[in-house]
């Protein structure tokens, strides 16, 4: 069960997870004040909040503004995006420390007592995920820290501060380590988007043109799990809502190679394309899977949505995103 009746502000809102999260936590009652630093116009997911706000909270003023009379803040507010876009704009990524930094010590200024932190599994270090057959890695698995350039040690330098807000002032905070979340309503081009979005774009686009071929980052044996996004939320309001003070993981344990990834989209859509290997393309970890040990034990609940079934409804939105938009002509 999740909480209902709060009043709640997601910063983040116009992202893709925030988006969805937004709708979960309006249908489940709550009062709920959507922030994001875009436009409405280019927010994933529009008319779904109280109230919707166009605020770079990365500004501590303005984070002042978000979080008044807000009972619980979830922060999933960062610059990032795919592999390509985290290698490339290390420095960007890490200014989003500023997001959270603002947030928190507004929160602590207003007395908000819960606060969630969106993380991810890019705090984990390069040296445990350098197979392709890697171990699961536990919540433990952290340290000795090496995490992702960029990206990575901005998660992990947050993730230590809402702790010490925790203990020092008694903020609730709570933080998932999400694992490659994908679905509907994210971003599928443009250079930000995740591997699942960009496979189902260049497959679909294969479908709807008639060619044949498909361009593949490194040699397609890099494995990943993949969450889908419906169990990310659900994740992360149980999290919220508890009492661990621990970061968890919140992702699927369903470990595919970047190849069956495909071979799954060229399946739901009824091709087989050819593939072309770029290995000087950004390719990350070597593997990458998620031990889910610590949230069965927490909740008897783990991200259950099977692989296959996920990708089906991700394909036929962006296939259908394709075809209203012209780009597919």
């Not at 819960?114 to 890019?122: D, I, L, N, Q, V």
């Not at 984990?124 to 960029?150: C, F, I, N, S, W």
């Not at 040690?153 to 230590?160: A, M, T, V």
């Not at 979340?181 to 189902?200: H, M, N, Q, S, W």
């Amino acid at each position: 069960m999740v909480s209902a009746g709060k009043r709640v502000l997601v910063a983040g809102a116009g992202g893709f997870i925030g988006g969805h999260l937004v709708s979960a936590l309006t249908a489940a009652g709550n009062t709920v004040r959507a922030v994001d630093n875009k436009p409405i116009s280019a927010w994933h997911q529009a008319g779904r909040a109280g109230e919707e706000w166009v605020l770079d909270v990365s500004l501590r003023d303005n984070a002042a503004l978000a979080v008044h009379d807000c009972d619980v803040v979830y922060n999933l507010a960062s610059d990032m995006g795919g592999m390509g876009f985290i290698e490339r704009n290390r420095a960007l990524c890490m200014l989003s420390v500023l997001i959270n930094t603002h947030l928190l010590s507004e929160c602590h200024r207003a007395g908000a007592r819960r606060y969630f932190f969106a993380s991810s599994a890019c705090v984990y270090p390069a040296y445990r995920q350098d197979q392709t057959d890697v171990k699961p890695l536990q919540e433990d698995d952290v340290h000795p820290a090496m995490p992702e350039e960029g990206y990575g040690w901005e998660k992990l330098f947050s993730e230590k501060l809402c702790q010490n807000f925790g203990q020092d002032f008694g903020i609730a905070t709570r933080i998932a380590r999400l694992h490659n979340v994908y679905g509907t309503l994210g971003t599928f081009d443009g250079g930000r988007e995740k591997a699942p979005a960009a496979i189902c774009r260049k497959v679909a686009m294969a479908k709807l043109t008639g060619t044949n071929t498909i361009d593949v980052w490194g040699d397609g044996e890099q494995t990943r799990t993949f969450t889908y996004v419906d169990d990310a939320v659900v994740g992360i309001q149980m999290l919220t809502d508890s009492d661990v003070v621990v970061p968890v993981n919140v992702g699927s344990s369903e470990l595919v190679s970047v190849n069956q990834l495909i071979g799954i989209v060229e399946d739901i859509a009824g091709v087989k394309l050819a593939r072309t290997y770029d290995l000087a393309q950004p390719q990350g970890v070597r593997g990458r899977s998620s031990d889910n040990t610590l949230i069965r034990k927490l909740f008897d609940w783990e991200p259950s949505t099977p692989l296959r079934v996920g990708l089906e409804a991700t394909f036929e939105w962006i296939y259908n995103q394709l075809i209203a938009s012209g780009n597919a002509a």
